[in-house]
């Protein structure tokens, strides 16, 4: 995750070095070039956004059914070694539970990827809207930014929140 966040920064610095260099030029040709700049801190946004928490809660859940697996499993082939069952038994058990375990831990691994794809073109398309009726022409993470810039992300939450009430509304009137 590290990694992702050095990466997003780095990825800003070159597009801020774009624009400043798109600046300057606009500059030495006798045009005067102005960029409205959007701020976003996406840290919020997320930890603001109710289906992420949903989410997170949801995969939460799936961890504590796995972790349990685990126990129960380590349960059953210790029982099973206690009762003196023959080598070749435990192992077939051994395997079987292995595979059990390995599943239900690719299943949670999928359905992570899932809700993460959903959630960030979600906050994307959040951002992107709220940039095009602030009439930002660029949106840079906020924590690259040390001066300058028009803080978008509360009304990216209200869109985000907005999203949340709807689809929940929905949901609720067709259970």
Not at 100 to 113: C, G, L, N, P, S
Not at 135 to 158: C, H, N, P, Y
């Amino acid at each position: 995750m590290k990694n992702k966040k050095l990466y997003l920064k780095n990825g800003n610095l070159a597009l801020l070095l774009s624009v400043t260099m798109a600046i300057s030029v606009g500059q030495v040709f006798g045009q005067t070039t102005h960029i409205n700049i959007g701020l976003v801190d996406r840290d919020k946004v997320v930890t603001s956004y109710p289906k992420a928490q949903q989410a997170a809660e949801e995969l939460k859940r799936q961890e504590n059914k796995v972790h349990k697996l685990i126990e129960d499993s380590n349960k059953q082939y210790e029982e099973s070694k206690s009762a003196h069952k023959p080598p070749a038994e435990l192992e077939g058990l051994q395997k079987r539970l292995q595979n059990q375990i390995d599943d239900e831990v690719k299943k949670v691994q999928a359905r992570a990827q899932v809700l993460e794809s959903q959630l960030e073109t979600e906050i994307d398309t959040a951002i992107k809207a709220e940039a095009e009726s602030k009439k930002v022409d660029t949106v840079l993470m906020k924590q690259a930014v040390l001066v300058g810039g028009t803080d978008i992300t509360d009304g990216v939450i209200k869109r985000l929140t907005a999203i949340a009430n709807v689809s929940g509304t929905k949901t609720s009137s067709t259970k």
